[in-house]
């Protein structure tokens, strides 16, 4: 056959396959074949470059070439939605159009898709361009990135042109999945989709899990495309076109109903009067859905109503969108507050002039850091838009107006407010790299005790703050040594509260290995990761301290759901001499850094009621936990301090001030030779003595 005709013949054939794919998910043949037929199509390609055409299948995988964005006019008016936000007034927008209408008309109820807004043009049944909304009357021409999506038909049986509108989008999970993957993280799916678009490079858009829906099409004027939306995009649908198959269509005839379920079996369709109910039912289902829906468009259905109703300057008069997220709300830049967290990272907060936003107050909405605020262009005493992110977390999204006293933008001051040791920039973000500074050492105690890690219930932040303040609590260990008792006589301390403190303080002690892990803080020991390293037999700390010491961050990367960042992140904090020395006196204090295995498992009572303390070092006990262990396998605990409760002081080789205090408090001590003797003869040595 002659190239170029072999080379027409593969192309549409392969678009067909496409088609039947990425569309309707119907393939007809197997991968390899198709793979077969798209290389023998590139090869012809390359031999033949004048007949590859624009839209040949073979554009599918992007070029490696930079391509640019002119911008190009629309050819039909690429106007946005009016909006409101509650489900009782959408449903009363849509009566009163109805009623403006006469003659039972229909409206449909499709998903506002939150992506990113596409126009594709064809001409001759070629996609011509895809052109960004822009500012509605001109976008950005990204079609060499819009032929990589599957889902887009390059060529459809329509000679005549054609507008099409759609929204291009990716779905939750492959956003999870592919962000990942990236050097720079976007912040959710639509701004990756947005910024799939504008890839100067189309091979890396050709990557991206892109997909697309579309919801109006512009048939020549005068032509007969129906004269109902459903027509119109039942006609798209059989042009190759991705449509929503969630759909509602409400109409007070009947037979119109009838025709809607004929053309669309898997809408909805009811009486007008349902669309309330179906509103309020597909917000609380959005969560459901693969993809981010911010929202419903209602439409007028009968497209001569539509022409007659008209257009505002900026909207449709037929058509609305239901919003399910609360407005943005207005408020002032009152001040930015410096916060530093227990590895030293500095986060900005903005702290508002408290509005009411979707349900709450907010008062004040993080701004991330340094580039964050420069992107806003935020200084203090600007007016900003704020509003909730995923529903919850307040975030600024635009000064409105810059204030006129203070013209500047906010810069993090250079030295940490709270120790003024000098911030140093790392990556994106702001550090304090000073171990000793206060807002570091109280973050990391608060981060410890609380509900996640260690769980100790009566030291919340109130009280850390103030031991932080009377000097009495600076590191972690001190939590074990400090002698609560100090407390009695301090306001707000009364005997009960003590005695929860302790009490919480002893608990904790049980914690088992892969919270103490976790609740030691180390920037990217998370619980999950925690978990994740027992799991793969770094059940010991020093099994992972003999890793670090060792450099292996690859021992760390071999666990599942470490990655090398976090590996290495593993060696540096395990290898750090203040670490390793926050490790040695938690271990001492009891804190279990062994995952509890068969080690852990009771053996009887015999020390039940005993307090042991343990000083010096062992011979059979290397690392002194191990005695530790031996002792709580038997009913005792093991507390750090000698004092008037403690019953029995284990002395090794070089005890120290520990054992002179134990003698001064008639406690028993009891050598390592005598320890062994009674750990095997259990019940009968605990009333010798
Ligand atoms: S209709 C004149 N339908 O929402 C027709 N828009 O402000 C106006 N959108 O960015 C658009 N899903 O890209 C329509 N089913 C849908 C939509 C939808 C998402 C986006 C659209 C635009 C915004 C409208």
């Known amino acids: ?179 990942a993957g990236l050097p720079e993280k976007y912040a959710n799916p639509r701004n990756l989709a947005a910024g799939s678009l504008r890839n100067l490079k189309s091979s890396l858009t050709a990557r991206v899990p892109l997909n697309i829906f579309v919801y109006e099409g512009f048939f020549p004027m005068g032509e007969n495309s129906g004269r109902d939306h459903l027509e119109v995009l039942a006609r798209l649908r059989d042009l190759g076109f991705r449509i929503n ?42 969560a459901g859905v693969a993809y981010d829906v911010d929202g419903l468009v209602l439409k007028l259905a009968d497209l001569e109503m539509r022409q007659e109703l008209g257009f505002t300057a900026h909207h449709p008069r037929w058509a609305m969108a239901y919003k399910f997220e609360a407005p943005q709300a207005r408020s002032e830049l009152l001040d930015v507050l410096v916060q530093v967290g227990r590895n030293g990272r500095v986060t900005p907060v903005a702290l508002l002039r408290p509005v009411r936003l979707s349900g709450s107050t907010v008062t004040r909405a993080t701004l991330h850091n340094q580039d964050t605020i420069d992107m806003l262009e935020l200084g203090i005493g600007d007016q900003v838009a704020i509003s909730k992110r995923g529903d919850v977390i307040p975030a600024v999204d635009e000064v409105l107006e810059k204030s006129e006293a203070n013209p500047s933008v906010y810069r993090l001051p250079e030295r940490c407010p709270f120790c003024a040791s000098r911030l140093v920039r790392d990556g994106a973000h702001h550090f304090c790299r000073n171990g000793s500074c206060p807002e570091r050492q109280r973050r990391a105690l ?67 290995f892969a919270r103490v892990l976790a609740a030691l803080g180390f920037e990217g020991l998370a619980a999950a990761v925690a978990a994740a390293l027992i799991a793969h037999g770094f059940d010991d700390v020093d099994k992972i301290i003999a890793g670090a010491a060792r450099g292996d961050w690859e021992a760390f990367a071999a666990v599942e759901g470490i990655g090398e960042v976090t590996a290495r992140q593993l060696v540096d904090h395990f290898t750090a001499a203040a670490n390793l020395e926050l490790i040695a006196r938690l271990r001492d204090a009891g804190l279990r850094f062994r995952a509890e295995g068969p080690s852990a498992e009771r053996i009887d009572d015999s020390f039940a009621g005993q307090v042991w303390v343990i000083t010096g070092s062992f011979e059979s006990f290397n690392p002194r936990s191990l005695a530790a262990d031996e002792i709580r396998r038997r009913g005792g605990r093991v507390a750090e301090n000698v004092t008037a409760r403690t019953t029995h002081l284990l002395a090794g080789a070089s005890p120290g001030s520990k054992l002179a205090k134990a003698e001064k408090l008639k406690v028993q001590v009891i050598s390592e030779s005598g320890f062994l003797e009674r750990l095997q003869s259990g019940k009968q040595s605990n009333n010798g003595g």
């Open 446 to 512: 608060s981060y410890f005790c609380a509900r996640e890690q260690m769980d100790i219930e009566s030291l919340g932040e109130k009280t850390i703050a103030f031991l932080y303040g009377k000097g009495w609590l600076r590191t972690i260990p001190d939590i074990y040594c400090f002698d609560y008792a100090r407390l009695e006589g301090e306001e707000g301390f009364k005997e009960r509260k003590i005695a929860r403190i302790r009490a919480g303080v002893e608990k904790s002690r049980e914690q088992p």
């Open 245 to 286: 198959p969630r759909l509602g269509f409400f109409c007070d005839s009947e037979p119109r109903r009838r025709k809607a379920q004929e053309l669309f079996p898997g809408a909805v369709s009811a009486p007008l009067a349902g669309v309330e109910d179906y509103l309020l039912r597909l917000g609380t289902a959005r």
């Open 1 to 179: 056959m002659d190239p170029r005709k072999r080379m027409e013949v593969l192309a549409a054939e392969l678009l067909r396959h496409q088609h039947l794919y990425y569309v309707l998910a119907r393939p007809e043949i197997s991968d390899a074949e198709y793979d077969r037929r798209l290389d023998e199509l590139v090869q012809l390609e390359e031999r033949y470059p004048q007949y590859a055409g624009p839209n040949s299948p073979s554009r599918r995988v992007g070029s490696d070439l930079d391509g640019s964005f002119p911008e190009r006019p629309h050819a039909v008016p690429v106007l946005s939605l009016d909006k409101l936000y509650e489900a009782r007034e959408a449903a009363q927008w849509l009566r009163k159009t109805a009623a403006a209408c006469g003659n039972d008309p229909g409206f449909t109820v499709e998903e506002k898709i939150d992506g990113a807004s596409i126009v594709l043009y064809y001409e001759r049944g070629e996609l011509q361009h895809a052109l960004t909304r822009g500012n509605g009357l001109a976008g950005s021409d990204v079609s060499d990135n819009v032929r990589t999506i599957r889902q887009v038909p390059l060529r459809i049986a329509e000679a005549g042109s054609l507008a099409v509108r759609g929204e291009i989008y990716i779905t939750r999970d492959d956003f999870a999945r592919f962000n």
